[in-house]
């Protein structure tokens, strides 16, 4: 079997999709996207697929050592999730060609099901006691919420106040029982985080997200010894080496490797096998598309580390489409009780609506995130 083509689809709300086709009619699919530089990560992958044109696509280790290692330079957003998507395509075309879910290569299924939460607040986070009542009522039993706005390296008390008034608003509606992830963006600087990390533990979080922009891990540690809540990061680590400095250090209870960015299926189950032998949880970063939620789901189902799976369905940024509009059976991503059942089918275990695509690619997207500035007109971490 040999790889005879590609194409790649630029979709609504902020996605970018790649066909794989062979000259044995088995395709795959994968989503390799950077939010808001997709034109990017679209021409790392046509320069990269030059090389995979005539190979076998089951030779996933090998053509993942070329791809990465084959450059002088290496790694970061744009080469990983280029790399990301082309892997996810070929070992769905491995399992349609074996007949076999993914997870069955990987050593077969340790769980039927995983929880999953849904995001509520928006970017600037309001109401979200009535929108994590209504996510409860709908069966879920986790949410995630945007923790602030920006913050400021010193920032007013007020803005904590705001912040653990919203937590306190989600705890009284929804019990104590409940998921509450609070993602801290990347927004804050170590000297609020500290802050904002003691004020909210009497709320008990499921965890705090992103205290502090990953490139400050030196700062993890002095968080973390201001909190016991669980401190994850992970969204913004590539490959096994982006996250083997947080696991010696210690301080990270929780990563969330991108299966769209880190690498791959098989990068993200090498990177939770490592996270394992450091006693880390595992939740991957999913509020993209429904291929990366589905490589997502494989890695979960043979993964013991693996705790909890975020999903993008009603997420704030889905705006014209969502994350069931590409499907051909939606019901495979179908949530009950708060979980969804381990796919069945072969390959990545969903069937692209190509029709959908094509004609949602027509219209496109140029989705940039915001850019916000501090009060006094310097640039705020979004």
């Known amino acids: 079997m040999k790889i005879t083509n590609f194409k790649l689809y630029q979709v609504p709300p902020r996605w970018l999709f790649l066909k ?23 021409a790392c992958v046509t320069e990269l697929m030059d090389y995979l044109i005539g190979q076998d696509p089951r030779k996933i280790e090998d053509h993942f050592q070329v791809l990465y290692r084959g450059g002088f330079y290496r790694g970061g957003p744009i080469l990983m999730s280029a790399i990301s998507g082309i892997e996810q395509a070929l070992w769905d075309i491995k399992g349609k060609f074996y007949n076999m879910p993914v997870y069955e290569m990987l050593g ?13 607040g928006g970017d600037r986070p ?49 019990g104590n029982e409940f998921g509450i992830g609070i993602d801290f963006h990347g927004r804050v600087h170590k000297a609020m985080a500290k802050i904002l990390v003691k004020e909210l533990e009497p709320y008990r979080p499921m965890f705090i997200e992103e205290p502090v922009l990953v490139e400050n891990l030196e700062a993890f540690k002095e968080i973390a010894n201001h909190t016991t809540t669980p401190i994850a990061t992970g969204e913004r680590n590539y490959t096994r080496w982006g996250f083997k400095q947080m696991l010696i250090d210690g301080t990270v209870d929780i990563i969330q490797p991108d299966l769209s960015h880190t690498g791959g299926i098989l990068e993200a189950k090498k ?94 997207h140029q989705w940039k995130n915001p850019i916000w500035r501090h009060g006094d007109g310097t640039v705020a971490e979004w």
Not at 21 to 41: I, L, M, N, Q, S
Not at 108 to 119: F, K, L, M, P, T
Not at 138 to 147: L, S
Request: glycine share 8%; hydrophobic share 40%; net charge negative.
């Open 20 to 42: 794989i086709e062979t000259d044995e009619g088995v395709v795959g699919w994968g989503e390799p996207v950077v939010e808001g530089r997709a034109h990017t990560v679209a």
């Open 126 to 174: 309001q109401d979200v006691g009535a929108a994590a009542k209504e996510k409860a009522e709908a069966g879920f039993t986790a949410i995630k919420m945007n923790g602030t706005e920006e913050m400021n390296y010193i920032d007013s008390y007020s803005k904590v106040d705001a912040a653990v008034n919203r937590v306190a608003a989600i705890r009284e509606a929804v």
């Open 271 to 364: 990177i939770a096998t490592m996270a394992e032998t450091f006693d880390v949880a595992v939740a991957p970063h999913a509020p993209l598309g429904p291929i990366n939620l589905a490589a997502s789901l494989q890695v979960d189902a043979c993964t013991p580390n693996c705790i909890i799976q975020e999903q993008s369905l009603g997420i704030h940024y889905n705006k014209g489409s969502d994350l069931l509009d590409y499907l051909v059976d939606p019901t495979v991503f179908e949530y009950q009780s708060g979980s969804v059942k381990m796919p069945k089918g072969v390959g990545l275990g969903i069937e692209i609506n190509e029709d959908r695509v094509k004609q949602a690619a027509k219209e496109g």
């Open 108 to 120: 077969g299924a340790v769980r039927d099901d995983i929880q999953v939460y849904s995001w509520i």
